[in-house]
């Protein structure tokens, strides 16, 4: 049987693993292990993608949310206005700050409908996380124009979309503050955990770097309680080999998506890659009808699909007990509907060929 894993982490090409043991040897000389040269490295190159003036690298992209709501002085029960649909992350780092989370229902592309937020602003609420959900970045012109106008700031979660691009400006250039997870799965990535905070503001900058090193300054001076959420200078070398590679990953997992879009069945809804946009496809999320048949279907026939994420945050149990005001409908409609399939830039043409046509059989 021909079988299809959804992703393949182990490291075959030959040339990428020279890379990374030859960054691995230059670590061992100099012995920086934590915030080594590769870190400030790194930072830099990745401010610099993004345009933006400053960086912190960090130990994951949960701790890089955690930090950026962390260095807005925010207070007990303030609100920050988020999306149901995403990973536990980008809620447990308002709620672990003491801010009430707000959900907003989201749009048919998985995004926060930014026409549902203004009727949740209340006297309490201070940002707007939103999440650029599979890859897709949010409508920012629509989110900028709100912030603006009730003084909000605009945290973005961009954990699946680096290198994804809209208006000709790069994800991670769209909020006061942003953050990256740069985990195994992401299209740019590790070897392990590690994240990123991007912002142009020096002020919000140099209190995260504080706060990183347990609130010190010098190792010694504490200045704020915090933890201790450095990055490891080896998984900022693997991001730095990786990003030499960013562009082609993107561009074989947009020909992979094309391939999917213009051949699968009718009766799926598809993602929409529009003429001001570039989507980086860390997943390529469908809303399938009768999709749990479909995802038993495929796997008998070895192709590994994944739901992401089957239970929508204010569902779990750590968030069911909370007040919402948003009903959720569309959410909740679609969160039953979702299903990935392999988009990973180490398919053949021939798996695409066979996962279409198996999805195919199954509407017919």
């Known amino acids: 049987m021909h079988r299809i894993r959804y992703v393949n982490l182990s490291v075959k090409d030959k040339n990428l693993k020279k890379a990374y043991l030859n960054s691995l040897n230059k670590i061992f000389n100099h012995g920086i292990f934590i915030l080594g040269p590769e870190v400030d490295q790194l930072e830099k190159k990745l401010a610099n993608f993004c345009n933006r003036k400053y960086a912190v690298a960090t130990g994951s992209g949960t701790d890089a949310l955690y930090l950026a709501i962390k260095s807005l002085d925010l207070k007990q029960n303030d609100e ?120 142009d503001s020096k002020k919000i900058y140099e209190k995260i770097k504080i706060l990183r090193y347990a609130g010190t300054v010098n190792k010694e001076n504490c200045y704020f309680p915090s933890l201790n959420f450095k990055i490891d200078t080896i998984q900022a070398a693997f991001v730095l080999n990786n990003l030499k590679n960013l562009n082609k990953k993107i561009f074989i997992r947009n020909k992979n998506a094309q391939y999917y879009i213009e051949n699968l069945n009718n009766k799926i809804k598809l993602p929409v890659i529009n003429k001001n946009e570039i989507h980086s496809f860390y997943s390529f999320t469908i809303v399938a009808p009768k999709r749990d048949e479909l995802k038993d279907y495929l796997i008998k026939y070895g192709i590994e699909t994944k739901i992401q994420h089957p239970i929508l945050i204010p569902n779990q149990k750590a968030y069911k007990n909370k007040k919402n005001k948003d009903k959720l409908k569309n959410a909740n409609i679609l969160v039953k509907k979702i299903l990935c399939l392999p988009i990973n830039e180490n398919l053949k043409f021939k798996d695409l060929k066979y996962i279409v046509s198996k999805v195919n059989n199954f509407y017919r």
Not at 174 to 186: A, E, R, T
């Open 80 to 199: 920050i206005i988020t999306t149901p649909m995403s990973w536990v992350s980008s809620t447990n780092a308002i709620s672990l700050n003491n801010v009430k989370p707000v959900f907003v229902d989201v749009k048919d592309d998985l995004n926060i409908d930014v026409n549902k937020i203004e009727k949740m602003i209340t006297k309490k609420t201070k940002a707007i996380l939103f999440v650029n959900f599979t890859g897709k970045i949010c409508d920012i012109k629509s989110l900028r124009k709100i912030a603006k106008k009730y003084k909000l700031k605009l945290i973005e979660d961009a954990a699946q979309s680096f290198g994804s691009r809209k208006y000709g400006s790069p994800s991670g250039s769209f909020g006061d503050i942003s953050c990256f997870s740069l985990n195994p799965m992401k299209v740019l990535h590790s070897l392990g955990e590690a994240g990123i905070v991007l912002t």
